[in-house]
């Protein structure tokens, strides 16, 4: 599930160099970023979701 993808790709990013930490890249939305800037956005990107899923269990659970 996704708690297990997650935890492949934190055990992915331990293996990162200083070095790619500090990488550039143009998000569509947000320009020019680091790649770190990108990671710390995660929790609350999955926590945003999980509450979207939320919402919907609930909706349709009352419908």
């Known amino acids: 599930g996704m ?3 997650r935890e492949e790709i ?4 331990s293996t990162l160099s200083p070095e790619s ?4 890249f143009r998000h569509h939305a947000w320009g020019q970023r680091k ?12 926590q945003m979701h999980a509450q979207q899923l939320t919402a919907i269990k609930d909706k349709d659970g009352k419908a």
């Not at 934190?10 to 990013?13: A, M, N, P, V, W």
């Not at 930490?21 to 550039?24: D, G, I, L, T, Y």
């Not at 790649?35 to 999955?46: A, E, M």
């Open 3 to 5: 708690a297990a993808r």
């Open 10 to 13: 934190f055990e992915y990013l």
């Open 21 to 24: 930490w500090e990488r550039p």
């Open 35 to 46: 790649f770190y800037q990108l990671v710390n956005v995660l929790p609350l990107h999955d």
